[in-house]
């Protein structure tokens, strides 16, 4: 039973360019959360999908955004880079929004 | 404020110390998770409590909502257990709200 999976696991993009990270979910599970995680910081939320619908929000802005895919993977996308998106993006799933979030690996995104 | 609190931010042990690290949060929650982040960036779900107290193995959680506080104990600590604690708390929305997290660092 594969588990949280996230591609690709390193990127490098330059201010201004936009970037794609991929979540597929654990087996079973119907629901995607993406997260921010800057060095040193603990995990931002920056949306849930849900029946492929974007079910909630933290503060990001538009740049970000999102899809989640009828085989209930996920797309992240961001727009217009800054330096400061460089950060460790973490995708977690769960089978409903309520229930135990299992984490992927992460990507690691460097913003030059 | 952070609405999640953790402390201490580092902490260092020699391996077979008993080791606390506390979490105290400010909003209404439906659950409280203590997670475990290795270096390279992996989270693994420690417990998810709502009341009272849990056990797994060398490790204990406990909370107690009325102060809006967690402890997160590790008994036998061992150079293994050297990692990122991570405290978040699941608001009513089921938004979670992480900590920044306690860098353990368990020595030989």
């Known amino acids: 039973d594969a588990g949280v999976t996230q591609s690709p696991t390193h990127l490098i993009k330059t201010r201004g360019q936009q970037v794609t990270l991929r979540c597929s979910p654990k087996?079973?599970?119907?629901?995607v959360s993406w997260y921010q995680q800057a060095l040193g910081q603990g995990p931002q939320f920056i949306f849930q999908?849900?029946?492929?619908?974007?079910?909630q929000r933290g503060n990001f802005p538009d740049r970000f955004s999102g899809h989640q895919f009828p085989n209930y993977s996920s797309e992240l996308n961001v727009n217009a880079l800054l330096l400061g998106d460089s950060a460790l993006y973490l995708c977690?799933?769960?089978?409903?929004?309520?229930?135990?979030?299992?984490f992927g690996p992460g990507t690691r995104l460097l913003v030059l | 404020k952070n609405e999640v609190e953790q402390s201490p931010q580092n902490l260092t042990a020699q391996e077979g110390e008993f080791i606390t690290i506390n979490c105290s949060y400010s909003?209404?929650?439906?659950?409280l998770h203590w997670l475990q982040q290795h270096p390279g960036g992996g989270i693994v779900s420690l417990f998810m409590?709502?009341?009272g107290k849990k056990k797994h193995g060398r490790l204990i959680a406990t909370i107690n909502i009325q102060e809006k506080h967690s402890s997160l104990h590790i008994t036998a600590s061992h150079p293994r257990d050297s990692a990122v604690y991570i405290c978040?708390?699941?608001?009513?929305?089921?938004?979670?709200?992480f900590g920044t997290g306690t860098r353990l660092q368990v020595f030989p």
């Open positions: 977690a799933s769960s089978f409903g929004p309520k229930e135990t979030q299992y």
């Open positions: 087996s079973g599970h119907d629901t």
């Open positions: 999908y849900y029946e492929e619908e974007e079910r």
């Open positions: 909003v209404g929650i439906s659950a």
């Open positions: 409590l709502s009341s």
């Open positions: 978040a708390v699941k608001d009513y929305t089921d938004k979670l709200i």
